[in-house]
């Protein structure tokens, strides 16, 4: 599908048809909007409908993160963090930071604790979730004893 918030208008009306009573009446509660980080646009969703957010951080450095997602060198960490306490949060619900593990590129225990810096000031969860390899990228998937000490801290 892409990155929804670039193309705010149609994920609004579809999130608006789907928690409609007259249509599928699914409680917005049990929705989660999921963005590579486009910034500007974070905050207004979250005034729009009462969704849930999910952000794709996967990196704690902007070095980092300007390889991995390019979205990144146009709204920086610091950018999508500040738009992301500009997301009026429900009371009871969290951000997720979602975060994928890439073997020697964002895995180290130095990741780990800047990563909880990060997240810290937010009522939110991070999902960490381990590369899944294929043919066709250059990642790869960290070992199993990485994965557990990472997600240790």
């Known amino acids: 599908?892409?990155?929804?918030?670039q193309n705010y208008t149609n994920v609004l009306e579809g999130l608006r048809i789907m928690t409609s009573a007259?249509?599928?009446?699914?409680?917005?509660?049990?929705?989660t909007v999921s963005t590579a980080g486009l910034a500007p646009?974070?905050?207004?969703?979250?005034?729009?409908?009462?969704?849930?957010?999910?952000v794709s951080l996967n990196a704690t450095t902007d070095e980092v993160r300007d390889r991995i997602m390019p979205i990144n060198k146009k709204y920086n960490?610091?950018?999508?963090?500040?738009?992301?306490?500009?997301f009026?949060?429900?009371?009871?619900?969290?951000i997720?930071?979602?975060?994928?593990?890439?073997?020697d590129v964002n895995d180290s225990e130095a990741d780990a604790h800047r990563l909880v810096k990060l997240v810290r000031p937010f009522?939110?969860?991070?999902?960490?979730i381990p590369f899944n390899e294929n043919p066709y990228s250059e990642?790869?998937?960290p070992s199993q004893a990485t994965i557990d000490r990472f997600s240790g801290f």
């Open 77 to 86: 960490i610091q950018t999508l963090l500040d738009a992301v306490r500009e």
């Open 123 to 128: 009522r939110a969860k991070v999902n960490l």
């Open 41 to 54: 646009r974070i905050p207004r969703l979250g005034k729009d409908i009462k969704v849930n957010l999910a």
């Open 139 to 141: 990642f790869q998937r």
């Open 1 to 5: 599908m892409g990155e929804p918030l």
């Open 22 to 31: 007259d249509s599928h009446g699914i409680a917005p509660r049990r929705i």
């Open 96 to 103: 997720t930071f979602e975060y994928v593990l890439l073997k």
């Open 88 to 94: 009026p949060l429900p009371e009871r619900r969290r």
